[in-house]
């Protein structure tokens, strides 16, 4: 009698097989795995960046006067508060009173232009960077206030 079975030729080169199936779907999903953690990484990069552009262009939007700290940081005065920027090779520091936000990247070839009218202060009519290979210009108009405060 005779019974009905794989040989031990067969059951090898089903386990080959196999493994070679799980090997290619195991490097498959590492692949995939890392170009979903790379996206990530770019979208919150991207994300940062128009967070970034915004806020400060709202920041100065609002701004009463935009007063030069030093070469790397402004304070723009708004009715009720006063917002520091810092200008980093690393990054940019916000800071409303006590809390404070980070952009994690550079900013660099940084121009903070003054205007003359103004004798005490340094009072800044733009604000020009560069980050990451994209030039930023940040405008304020003070209008008929630079003629009633001279």
């Known amino acids: 009698m005779k019974i009905k079975a794989f040989s031990f030729l067969e059951i090898m ?11 290619t779907a195991y490097s498959v999903y590492i692949f995939v795995n890392q170009q979903y953690i790379k ?9 940062d960046y128009f967070e970034f552009s915004s806020t400060i262009s709202r920041d100065f939007e609002l701004a ?5 700290a030093n070469d790397y940081a ?5 009715t009720e508060r006063n ?3 810092e200008f980093d090779n690393a990054y940019v520091l916000r800071t409303i009173h006590f809390q404070t936000d980070t952009f ?3 900013a660099t070839d940084i121009l903070i ?5 103004f004798k005490e202060e340094q009072v800044v009519d733009f604000v020009k960077m560069k980050v990451k290979d994209n030039e930023f210009s940040f ?5 008929a206030i630079a003629k009633i405060e001279e």
Do not use: C, P, W
């Not at 232009?113 to 009218?117: G, K, L, R, S």
């Not at 405008?139 to 209008?143: A, I, L, V």
């Open 113 to 117: 232009n003054t205007i003359a009218e």
């Open 83 to 85: 917002i520091h920027y």
């Open 64 to 68: 009463h006067k935009v007063i030069k």
């Open 104 to 106: 994690f990247f550079s």
């Open 13 to 23: 080169v089903a386990i080959v097989i196999s493994g070679v199936v799980m090997s």
């Open 139 to 143: 405008y304020k108009n003070y209008g």
């Open 74 to 78: 402004i304070v723009i005065q708004q």
């Open 39 to 47: 996206l990530n990484t770019i979208k919150a990069d991207v994300r």
